[in-house]
């Protein structure tokens, strides 16, 4: 397996990553600059996603292209419910 595939890690690990990154976007410990980074981080990785999206496009690889697009949508709502305090129990 390629670690950095995404459709072979499996879905307890991705829960897991989005929740460490939205604590550390709201954890009170961490200092408004330590905050900032991890927005900043956060939203690279989502830019990372959204280039190799539309290069899935490009080529017409519809089936990674999706799987891509649900990743993003999936980032992005952890990011808003991040920003906005709603963090999943």
Known sequence: RMPANQSQISSRWRQSHLLVRCRAIVAPENTHEQ?????????????????????????RNVAPASKKLARIALLYAAYLRAVIKVIPA
């Open 35 to 59: 905050r900032q980074i991890a927005k900043r981080t956060m939203l690279a990785e989502c830019r990372v996603i959204r280039k190799q999206f539309r290069e899935d496009l490009a080529r």
